[in-house]
């Protein structure tokens, strides 16, 4: 038994020999890493959050988006370019790649010390003190990014090779850290936003360290001119999607402290980092495996077709329960966990979980984009996405602050169901449209594979509804027993569904068995 028991875990711990084998198990690992990372992050934000307050997390949130911008604006896609590539062995494209990130991240670092203290005073307008803190934090957080440079780059391997394992240990080596920073910061030195700020520049420099243990290449000084411009040329629509990425991801982040000040952003965000987060990890584990394997196939369409329905199945069979789960029971996870300030988000979760069930889908359209050579597709589509933002956003928060919007909705209500409603249409429309196109499929299965976990998660949504409806129990206990029963009426919903033809259950087979070898 204890053998049997042993060669499963070597199973399991191996990366495999067949691609199919290779991809579930590095979709296994690539699970456990978002899982534990991001268990780490909602504990430590539900920490903090009580501790520091919501106007200390809108102080790093605006830390967070100045140096996410500037990044976003420099991105060279590098690193998707080394994937894509069909040589197996990219070494001699490794220390140009090496060479340009740590052109780029010091440009990234000396442009945050630059701008930190104009976009501090636009962000966070009428008050100089505050500004001024706003201004050092983005100074200290740009630190971090010269350790991003300096990692080692043949950690391009781990998902390249489908090496999911090692970039297991490489990404969780940071989240560690920076838990234990932030909450060791708070309690010991300081209630204020510089934990985080902190903490995040801690976790750049241990993952630095850690790419050399894991990884045994050597970067060295030497630049090959036509390698740059290959790893450029196929980039430069990832460096445009990255930057529309960031107007539409972020930007509202920026409008919502303009508009409305740091308070509103930190509830804003805070509602935004626990509605997406479950749902559209899911959505990362998968696509982030999804993107090597059908770059290997790139040229089978049939493969490349059988993959992406799998990938889609298996998308929303995880991430719809959760969405719905989480606007279900909204009102008693901030009953149970935080203080009451954070009462004033619960609808602003629950609107963005809805938008999070709606990105979890559409998100597994872009690993085709790009391992089709079609990254351009995701850059054209981001920039009508920002176009319809920009034009409703500001609308609404300037409606917002001066007078008020109609049925008592905040700003940053508001602001969630602008974006909510770009995506539903034409966004969603648009992106399918496409990706049908690219695979030779029908819209017909494409609807079959959402409709299915649609109606399961929606049945148990209302189940937990009418449940908190009737529960009069303590906040923690009403918050497990409402999260136990969405698990069991959903997995009933699966049982019943799958008899009438949806076929989940055969994925989920096939996937178990290729993990076992």
Do not use: C
């Not at 307008?125 to 505050?130: C, F, H, I, L, V």
């Not at 970067?219 to 539409?248: C, E, H, Q």
Request: hydrophobic share 55%; charged share 15%; aromatic share 12%.
């Amino acid at each position: 038994m204890i053998r049997r028991l042993a060669r499963l875990v070597r199973s399991v711990l191996s990366p495999g020999d067949g691609l199919t084998e290779r991809t579930v198990k590095g979709g296994m690992w690539v699970a456990a890493l978002n899982v534990s990372d991001r268990m780490l992050q909602l504990v430590l934000m539900i920490i903090l959050a009580n501790l520091l307050g919501a106007a200390e997390l809108g102080l790093f949130g605006i830390a967070l988006v100045v140096m996410s911008g500037v990044k976003r604006f420099s991105q060279l896609g590098l690193n998707q370019s080394l994937i894509y590539d069909r040589e197996e062995n990219v070494d001699h494209m490794l220390n140009t790649a090496w060479l340009l990130d740590i052109a780029r991240t010091s440009f990234i670092a000396l442009t945050l010390v630059v701008i930190a203290h104009p976009f501090a005073g636009l962000l966070v307008s009428g008050d100089a003190a505050t500004a001024g803190r706003a201004a050092v934090l983005i100074q200290v957080i740009g630190l971090g990014q010269l350790f991003v440079g300096l990692a080692n780059p043949g950690i391009v391997y781990f998902q390249k090779d489908l090496q999911f394992h090692k970039q297991f240990f490489y990404s969780m080596s940071g989240s560690v850290v920076q838990f234990g920073v932030a909450i060791g910061y708070a309690y010991l030195v300081s209630e204020t936003a510089m934990a985080l700020v902190l903490a995040f520049v801690a976790s750049d420099f241990v993952r630095m360290l850690a790419s050399y243990l894991l990884h045994d290449y050597r970067p060295s000084v030497s630049f090959d001119v036509p390698s740059a411009r290959s790893m450029i040329s196929y980039g430069k629509w990832l460096t445009a999607n990255s930057i529309l990425y960031f107007l539409y991801s972020e930007g509202d982040d920026l409008l919502v402290s303009g508009f409305l000040g740091p308070l509103a952003l930190g509830y804003y965000q805070l509602a935004y980092r626990f509605s997406n987060a479950p749902a559209t990890e899911v959505t990362h584990v998968i696509s982030g495996v999804a993107f090597p394997a059908y770059s290997k196939v790139q040229d089978n369409t049939k493969a490349l077709r059988e993959g992406f329905h799998r990938t889609l199945q298996m998308t929303t069979f995880l991430s719809f329960p959760l969405a719905m789960g989480i606007f279900a029971i909204t009102p008693a996870f901030v009953d149970a966990f935080l203080a009451p300030e954070y009462e004033a988000m619960v609808l602003t979760m629950q609107i963005l979980a809805i938008f999070g069930l709606t990105r979890s889908a559409v998100a597994t359209f872009g690993p085709v984009f790009k391992a089709t050579g079609r990254p351009d597709l995701i850059a054209k589509f981001s920039t009508v996405r920002v176009l319809l933002l920009g034009l409703g956003l500001p609308v609404v928060l300037w409606q917002a602050s001066n007078g008020g919007l109609p049925y008592g909705l905040t700003g940053y209500e508001g602001a969630a169901l602008v974006i909510l409603g770009v995506q539903l249409f034409p966004m969603m429309e648009i992106d399918v449209f496409y990706a049908a196109r690219i695979v030779e499929t029908s819209y017909t299965r494409i609807l079959r594979d959402v409709a299915y976990p649609l109606v399961g998660s929606v049945g148990m949504a209302a189940a937990v509804i009418a449940a908190d409806r009737m529960l009069d129990v303590a906040p923690v206990a009403e918050f497990v027993v409402l999260a136990a029963l969405g698990a069991v009426v959903y997995a009933g919903a699966v049982l019943v569904l799958d008899r009438f033809g949806w076929g989940v259950g055969r994925n989920v087979r096939t996937m178990v068995a290729s993990m076992a070898g």
